[in-house]
């Protein structure tokens, strides 16, 4: 499997000072070191992002190096795009980040404004595009202006500015999950088949290894109950040999929560995604569960939260993502600790190990798969990014297809309940 080039632009280390704040407060009365710092990190044509920036009152002190406050994944297409001149014959585009004291809101109906500290330039260069791993900035910058007859320094930035590479495997399932579709591998305008995918909702035989699992099947001979529970979905994903090299299945059913007609957080639906036992042949190693439910508001979304399971970790459970995906449009799920470190409530930690996503060596965060799925009713084969430090073998990427296709079953499962069902319909929505 030949993977496609990515690099990934990680800005860390973040720190600010500030000339004057070692009192207690400013002239304007504004405690400088309770008044938030944040900052607005862009990239043309990506989303800008925000982060928070620590303000550091000693000189002597030095942010964290390994911390990461934001990160930028961009492919071939995206760097031809920030090299090329902008509008009115600009230059190429710059890395550009904001700092800010205070938040953006209003008191009392009166709108607050942001007090803009400064600002660092860094122009995007053809050394992004070679492919190796280069700091391209460590340590101090001034950023504001001093006071006009002030022999002070203004502010101070301390950031950490790297690029790696990052190459990634691009997957396809070549038809929406329910149609047992093949699993391909793009690469550019070729396709090559890797998987196939195999989904049913029957009731599980005792001949199937995975009844050793199975703890819900369907009772076809109460079509009602069946229509207020979905369960007994399960994929399985075959290499080219037709051997099964990972599964996916409902270990909790999706039903509506009492007094409404869809699944909520209070009792979500939960697939199991496990691997074969290297071993013991015909058995089943658990690998991680994906919990999912509906979030009712303007717009409806499902939550997925992925659980990676790991005997090493006190409680076998390790949070790796919670994603918001929206209902109507369809969106990503993805496994990226940079991302999910700022947005999940529960901190969420680095793979470190060989027993984590079956990495050959360690790793310190960043990104490790994505799954773009659509929105309900709609015709889905899901595209998946999963990158090449998780892949040792083909085997390794089967797993995450097997996640793929469950967070793609998830917003299925996660549909509303009819609340009263017409005889002789055989759909459970």
Known sequence: ???????????????????????????????????????????????????????????????????????????????KALLAPGCFYASHACLEIVVFRGRKGTHCGVGIKRQQIGTFKLEVGP???????????????????????????????????????????????????????????????????????????????????????????VDSSDQDVERRERKGWKVKIHDLSGSVVAAAFITTPFVPSSGCDWVAKSNPGAWLIVRPDACRPESWQPWGKLEAWRERGIRDSICCRFHLLSEGQEGGEILMSEILINAEKGGEFFIDTDRQVKAAATPVPSPQSSGDFAALSPVHGGFVMSSRVQGEGKRCKPLVQLAMRYVTCVEDAAIFMALAAAVDLSIEACRPFRRKVRRGNRHSW
């Open 127 to 217: 050394e992004w595009g070679e492919g190796k791993p280069i700091i391209l900035f460590n340590g101090w910058i001034g950023i504001g202006k001093s006071k006009q007859g002030s022999a002070k320094p203004g502010a101070e930035l301390h950031l950490r500015v790297k690029l790696d590479p990052d190459p990634r495997y691009m997957f396809q399932f070549e038809d929406e999950t329910r149609s047992s579709p093949q699993i391909v591998q793009l690469q550019g305008t070729f396709k090559q088949p890797i998987f196939s995918c195999k989904f049913n909702q029957d009731r599980v035989t005792q001949l199937d290894p995975l009844s050793n699992f199975w703890s819900h099947s």
């Open 1 to 79: 499997m030949d993977p496609q080039a990515f690099i990934r632009l990680s800005i860390g280390s973040l720190g600010l000072r500030l000339p004057g704040t070692e009192l207690n407060s400013s002239k304007s009365g504004i405690n400088a070191i309770s008044s938030p710092c944040v900052c607005e990190i862009r990239l043309r044509g990506f989303p800008v992002q925000t982060s928070s920036i620590p303000f550091l009152s000693s000189p002597e002190v030095t942010p964290d190096a390994q911390s990461v406050a934001s990160s930028f994944y961009l492919e071939e297409s995206d760097l």
